[in-house]
């Protein structure tokens, strides 16, 4: 098991925007892809991009069943998905109080598409092909920008909804 370090806000290479990979089921992806588990485990996150433990790559993971961090939120399959692509479904919008591995103990309001249509391979080079809805299709447009070098604070509107968890909670605000 190998925990990596994760990037935080201000690091660089946060920015950056990952490259396709172009090779599957290689045991350089397999060990980089058991790598990213062990870190969103330990961390108690609901997703990782590849990008956010230094490794320029479109590749993310998410899934959740039961997460300290969004204990309201419900269930996200485990997915590996590379070279991932998404359409919005439906112009409803949904906000949620996100949070970041990359920009720990703190949370903000954004807003992003309720309804998602995404597709991407697993690290095998299959394709996978879904529609998301609520916090499953917050997720992945979270983890998604990051692949493009967008963090979750680029996305809030309202600055006043923005702040550290702990100072959020006693506020009454999430």
């Excluded at 201000?10 to 396709?20: S, T, Y």
């Excluded at 906000?95 to 309001?109: A, D, H, I």
Aim: hydrophobic share 40%.
């Amino acid at each position: 098991m190998t925990v990596r370090a994760i990037l935080r806000i201000g690091d660089p290479r946060l920015r950056e925007i990952a490259e396709p990979v172009e090779f599957f089921d290689t045991s350089e992806l397999h060990e980089l892809i058991e790598d990213m588990f062990d870190t969103m485990e330990a961390a108690d996150g609901a997703g990782l991009a590849a990008t956010q433990i230094g490794e320029m790559k479109r590749i993310m993971i998410f899934g959740a069943d039961e997460n300290p961090r969004y204990p309201d939120a419900e269930e996200v399959p485990m997915t590996v998905l590379i070279n991932p692509e998404f359409s919005v479904i439906s112009d409803e919008v949904l906000g949620f109080w996100e949070g970041c591995l990359s920009v720990p103990g703190m949370r903000g309001y954004v807003e992003r598409s309720a309804r998602i249509r995404y597709r991407g391979f697993d690290q095998f080079g299959l394709l996978i092909e879904r529609e998301a809805e609520g916090f499953h299709a917050i997720v992945f447009q979270h983890e998604y920008d990051h692949l493009d070098g967008i963090l979750y604070p680029d996305r809030i509107s309202d600055r006043t909804l923005f702040g550290y968890s702990e100072e959020l909670e006693a506020g009454g605000a999430i």
